[in-house]
């Protein structure tokens, strides 16, 4: 995400699109929700983290196909889009989601 | 940073918070502004620049609170003030106000135990010099007691990562 010239507000928003898609709720709700350890994403239960991993491995990939170019505000929002588009590839694998 | 764009950027934080907790809050909501409004009134004056400080600090720090996926990117992203953060005149403000929110202080502290661990290389702890500069120059200034412990933390891991 920092090689396409986001930030920690891209790195924010992307996580929260990401969880959002995949869980219905952000990344704090997630956590509390599970009664699990914020910020320590193995303290999730194993499909969360599994979901995790898929999601986020789509979504590097798609980031690393596509051209991000622009104002830092410009990409950063084609960086979050893109991220979205991923997530939203992915979320029908999940049983939650069915 | 001037007045206008520091408006702005408070604006955009302010929104993040609306779509972070899927809060009903349409841009073409014809009573957002006056939403806003209402809510930036409870930090003081309107006329005056600290009250968007002010809030920018809180809602940087309540937005990074709730996108908190992995601890470490506290460190890494969030709170990694270089000089070319356009956030870098705030970043004492935004580490207070997030350092008070209940529990925070141990989320850094995770972040740190996992920055330290072996799943980082020395060169990835390196990129997080904005943060470790942060704690350096708060810990000298103002001694208070949550960076203190923060910066003794540091000391303490960065000699055990060796």
Not at chain 1, 9 to 14: E, F, I, P, V
Not at chain 1, 41 to 57: C, F, G, H, K, M
Not at chain 2, 30 to 38: N, Q, S
Request: proline fraction near 3%; charge should be negative; hydrophobic fraction near 30%.
């Amino acid at each position: 995400m920092q090689n396409k010239g986001g930030d920690g507000r891209t790195q924010a928003d992307s996580t929260v699109r990401m969880t959002q898609k995949v869980f219905g709720c952000n990344p704090e709700e997630l956590y509390q929700e599970t009664g699990s350890r914020q910020g320590d994403r193995s303290s999730l239960p194993v499909d969360a983290q599994t979901a995790y991993i898929v999601a986020e491995t789509t979504a590097t990939h798609d980031l690393k196909a596509k051209e991000i170019k622009g104002t830092r505000q410009e990409r950063h929002q084609q960086i979050v889009e893109t991220v979205e588009e991923s997530s939203d590839k992915v979320k029908g694998l999940f049983p939650w989601n069915w | 940073m001037r007045i206008l764009e520091l408006k702005q950027q408070v604006y955009e934080d302010w929104y993040r918070r609306h779509w972070y907790n899927q809060s009903v809050c349409s841009p073409t909501d014809p009573t957002r502004d006056e939403m806003f409004k209402r809510e930036l009134r409870t930090y003081g004056d309107l006329r005056s620049k600290s009250t968007w400080v002010k809030a920018l600090a809180r809602f940087s720090a309540l937005n990074s609170r709730e996108a908190c996926l992995d601890a470490c990117n506290l460190i890494l992203y969030d709170f990694n003030f270089t000089p070319d953060r356009w956030d870098y005149e705030f970043r004492h403000q935004v580490v207070e106000e997030f350092l008070m929110l209940p529990g925070s202080l141990k989320l850094i502290k995770l972040g740190l135990e996992q920055l330290f661990s072996d799943t980082f290389t020395q060169e990835e702890r390196s990129q997080a010099n904005g943060f470790f500069e942060l704690v350096h120059e708060h810990s000298g200034a103002t001694r208070r007691i949550a960076t203190e412990s923060i910066g003794q933390f540091c000391l303490n891991s960065s000699a055990t990562a060796g």
